[in-house]
Nanobody, 129 residues
Framework: QVQLVESGGGLVQAGGSLRLSCAVS????????IAWFRQAPGKEREFVSS????????FYADSVRGRFTINEDSAQHTTYLQMSRLKPEDTAVYYC??????????????????????WGQGTQVTVSS
């Protein structure tokens, strides 16, 4: 059974940094996409960033490009989201998710939460002004 466990959320002042971790276990496949989504109160879940585990290519939402960096430790099966220059509007619950669907792996439906079959429990990020 595939499990994703996030950690690293917390409270930070605007302009500060946090690093989120997503540890993946219980799988035997090598080709999948790991993505970060976030959901603020009263809003829909939105795509933040993704990484293709096999190829290493990455994508970012416009709202975080240049401030967030996604990377991996393949030996530990852990994906990280380094968040810098945080803004109050970054406040949300952050989720990591995994997908093996072809439309996600080739990039055509990266930002669609319903294309991801595995989800973590979420970690709260709060940015104070």
């Amino acid at each position: 059974q595939v499990q994703l466990v996030e950690s690293g959320g917390g409270l930070v002042q605007a302009g500060g940094s946090l690093r989120l971790s997503c540890a993946v276990s219980g799988h035997t496949f090598n080709d999948y996409v790991i993505a970060w989504f976030r959901q603020a109160p009263g809003k829909e879940r939105e795509f933040v960033s993704s990484l293709n585990w096999n190829g290493g290519w990455t994508f970012y939402a416009d709202s975080v490009r240049g401030r967030f960096t996604i990377n991996e430790d393949s030996a530990q099966h852990t994906t990280y989201l380094q968040m810098s220059r945080l803004k109050p509007e970054d406040t949300a619950v952050y989720y990591c998710a995994a997908s093996r669907r072809s439309d996600v792996i080739i990039g055509t439906r990266l930002g669609h939460p319903d294309e991801y079959d595995y989800w973590g429990q979420g970690t709260q990020v709060t940015v104070s002004s």
